[in-house]
């Protein structure tokens, strides 16, 4: 099992549980689009600053076969499914309470952002959210859509 996500590497599989809570995070299934997997918490203000950025950024880049992928971190899955009803994201959004998935990818960061090409490699690892990051990501994203 691959202990930390890097540029190259083809992004690993984790225990994340969907939203919905029926069935585990299958990363594998958004292969053929490009993705945006985002380690998130509720206790971090960099976070919730990137969120409607990001489910911006989601929306208008859908239909050319872009995806984010929120992840929740918080021990307390309540605290971040209180905190959703009113962050209007509209991406797909799992739980990880156990901390599994940010040691899988080697998360050192709040958030941490790994974008992923449409063949399922890692091609940026984004650490942090200001204001200033918005551009680098948006170019990021729109290369390699066209690839």
């Given at each position: 099992?691959?202990?930390?996500?890097?540029?190259g590497s083809?992004?690993p599989s984790?225990?994340?549980?969907r939203?919905?809570?029926?069935?585990?995070?299958?990363?594998s299934a958004?292969?053929g689009k490009?993705l945006?997997i985002d380690f998130?918490?509720?206790w971090?203000?960099?976070?919730?600053?990137?969120?409607?950025?990001?489910n911006?950024?989601?929306?208008?880049?859908?239909?050319d076969?872009?995806?984010?992928?929120?992840?929740?971190v918080?021990?307390?899955?309540?605290?971040?499914?209180e905190?959703?009803?009113?962050?209007?994201?509209?991406?797909?959004?799992?739980?990880?309470p156990?901390?599994d998935?940010?040691?899988?990818?080697?998360?050192t960061a709040?958030?941490?952002s790994?974008?992923?090409d449409?063949q399922?490699k890692i091609?940026?690892?984004?650490?942090?959210?200001?204001?200033e990051?918005k551009?680098?990501l948006?170019k990021?994203?729109?290369?390699?859509?066209?690839?």
């Amino acid at each position: 099992m691959v202990l930390s996500a890097e540029i190259g590497s083809s992004v690993p599989s984790c225990p994340a549980t969907r939203a919905d809570g029926t069935n585990r995070l299958d990363i594998s299934a958004y292969k053929g689009k490009v993705l945006l997997i985002d380690f998130w918490a509720t206790w971090c203000g960099p976070c919730r600053k990137a969120m409607p950025f990001l489910n911006g950024l989601r929306n208008e880049q859908l239909k050319d076969g872009f995806e984010v992928l929120g992840i929740n971190v918080d021990e307390d899955i309540e605290t971040a499914q209180e905190y959703l009803k009113s962050a209007a994201v509209d991406y797909p959004m799992s739980f990880n309470p156990e901390g599994d998935c940010p040691r899988i990818f080697g998360v050192t960061a709040m958030p941490s952002s790994f974008i992923v090409d449409k063949q399922g490699k890692i091609r940026m690892i984004h650490l942090g959210f200001r204001d200033e990051d918005k551009e680098g990501l948006r170019k990021q994203i729109t290369q390699l859509l066209s690839e």
